[in-house]
C-alpha cells in the first residue's frame, strides 16, 4: 500500500464507526472502529470476518494472531522487581526468579492506525486496500 491508501485508510477509522477491508498475505482482514469498553473507543481486528478468543493466548499456536497486536508485559509489578533488585542474584537463581522476565499476548484492539500500519508493514509483504467505509 501506498501514502495515499494510508491515508485514506486512516480517514475512514478516525470517524466514530469506520470500517476497512484488507487483503493481507492472502486473506481478508477487517478493522472497525467502535467501542472497546464504557467510553473508549478503539480499533477491532476481524480475520476472514471472523474473531477468536483462542488467537489472543500466549500458548495457543494460531496464524491468524500475526494479524493482531502483540503485547507484551512484566510478570512482576514494578514494586515487586524492584525488591528483586535488593536480593543477591545467585539467591534469585537458586530460586529461579527472573525479574524482568515478560509474558507476551496478542490484543484484537489497536489505539491508531499508524501503530496498525507500523505492525504490518514490518510483518506482512503483500497489502492491498478493498474497501473503506463508516461514519
Known amino acids: 500500500m ?3 491508501e494510508w491515508d485514506r485508510v486512516e480517514q475512514a477509522l478516525s ?11 492472502g486473506r481478508e482482514v477487517t478493522f ?5 469498553t464504557k467510553n473508549r473507543l478503539g480499533i477491532m481486528t476481524y480475520v476472514d470476518g471472523t474473531f477468536k478468543g ?7 499456536e494460531a496464524p ?3 494479524f493482531l497486536r502483540p503485547q507484551s508485559r512484566f510478570v512482576y509489578t514494578q514494586k515487586e522487581r524492584k525488591r528483586f533488585k535488593r536480593i543477591r542474584k545467585k539467591t534469585l537463581k537458586e530460586l529461579k526468579i527472573d525479574p524482568d522476565k515478560k509474558m507476551h499476548s496478542f490484543t484484537p484492539f489497536w489505539n491508531s ?11 506482512f ?6 474497501e473503506t467505509g463508516g461514519i
Do not use: C
Not at 32 to 36: H, M, N, S, T, Y
Not at 113 to 123: C, D, L, M, P
Open 54 to 60: 483462542a488467537w489472543m493466548l500466549p500458548s495457543h
Open 15 to 25: 470517524g466514530v464507526f469506520g470500517r476497512i477491508r484488507l487483503k493481507v498475505d
Open 64 to 66: 491468524e494472531s500475526m
Open 125 to 130: 509483504k503483500d497489502i492491498q486496500l478493498l
Open 2 to 4: 501506498n501514502r495515499e
Open 113 to 123: 492506525v499508524g501503530s496498525i500500519r507500523k505492525h504490518y508493514e514490518r510483518t
Open 32 to 36: 472497525r472502529r467502535g467501542l472497546i
